[in-house]
């Protein structure tokens, strides 16, 4: 396409030009405006102030008028060239807009077609390489290749050493992982211990490096061996105070229970010795009693007639007599003993 040129030419130029008392006004502002200089506010001149303040606001006004109005007369040959030159400029508009247009949806379309051959050469790298998720994922479009100048086949070499260093990370990853996974089974069937998996392979999965790994499976396994034997013998050492426990409780259930037989036996044994004895003393308090009315009578006798007789021989007698009773006493050792010198001391004869 010929290059298109404007032959544009200028007719005619009047530079603007204004010519105004300048020198006048200059002078007679100075002269004018002197007097108000140093001007104080007072209680006394406030009012007169203002009034100078309005009247000289009113005289900026309309100097400041004056060049507005000067300056559009001198300006209205400009505007109207502007106007004329913008006339000419939405000319080119009306045929270049269009095409700017298209060559935009061009360049998107581009970008666009090039992006899917980017994305379609991403996709057989991953195929070809059986790349799971976290490494593909990394294989992403840049802005630069879908600039116009970075070519195809570049991008196609840049993703493919790309996609076979992803391949090498992935493979030593799985490597790590089936090590993690045999180092945890051989630990667990080694101490006899149930270590999973899946601490080891998560601390894999955030960076941690796999001889540490290893010694941290070999030192868990063998800390868990040495806890869960520790508390192997602790619930031993538990069941076996259990058992002792029930044992001695069991004894102590048998004996308590012999205890409470004899006791009863011996209960009943001495309920009857009790009985025994209620009745002899009975009978014998009766028959001491009748003695005591017969010595009382014979006293009463002798003191009437005055005649001495023997005294009540036969009540020594009574009280001489000697009964044997059979007892049985259950003490420790010290009571027994002092029991054995009581009756030593106060003359009973036992067995």
């Known amino acids: 396409m010929a290059e298109l040129q404007v032959q544009t030419k200028v007719t005619q130029i009047i530079p603007a030009k204004v010519s105004f008392n300048y020198a006048e006004i200059d002078t007679q502002l100075d002269v004018t405006l002197k007097k108000y200089n140093g001007l104080v506010f007072t209680e006394d001149t406030v009012k007169e102030c203002k009034k100078t303040m309005t009247e000289l606001r009113k005289g900026k006004k309309s100097l ?77 479009i840049t802005e630069q290749m879908l600039n116009k100048g970075t ?47 899946n601490l080891y392979l998560g601390l894999l999965e955030d960076g941690k490096d796999i001889n540490s790994l290893i010694k941290m499976i070999n030192e868990n396994a063998e800390k868990t061996k040495i806890v869960a034997e520790e508390a192997e013998a602790e619930r031993l050492a538990i069941e076996a105070r259990k058992a002792e426990r029930k044992i001695k409780l069991e004894a102590d259930n048998v004996a308590q229970k012999k205890a409470d037989r004899v006791n009863h036996e011996r209960q009943i044994e001495l309920e009857k010795r009790r009985e025994a004895d209620r009745a002899k003393w009975k009978a014998e308090e009766e028959a001491e009693s009748e003695r005591l009315d017969a010595i009382k009578k014979e006293e009463s006798r ?16 009574q009280a001489k007599l000697k009964a044997t009773e059979t007892y049985t006493v259950t003490g420790t050792e010290t009571q027994l003993d002092a029991l054995e010198e009581y009756l030593n001391d106060n003359g009973y004869t036992w067995i």
């Open 64 to 140: 400041n008028d004056f060049r507005i109005k000067t300056k559009a007369l001198l300006t209205e040959d400009i505007t109207k060239f502007e106007d004329q030159c913008k006339k000419l400029n939405d000319k080119f508009d009306t045929v270049i807009n269009p095409i700017s247009l298209q060559a935009d949806k061009f360049e998107v379309d581009r970008r666009e077609q090039k992006r899917i051959d980017i994305q379609t050469i991403i996709d057989t790298l991953t195929d070809e390489r059986f790349l799971e998720y976290k490494y593909y994922s990394q294989l992403v």
């Open 151 to 197: 070519k195809i086949k570049a991008i196609n070499i840049d993703l493919t050493n790309q996609a076979d260093l992803l391949l090498s990370q992935q493979n030593i990853e799985e490597a790590n992982i089936e090590l993690i996974k045999s180092k945890v089974e051989l630990a667990n069937s080694q101490y006899g211990v149930t270590l999973l998996n």
């Open 302 to 317: 002798v003191n009437e007639a005055k005649v001495i007789i023997p005294g009540p021989s036969k009540v020594v007698e």
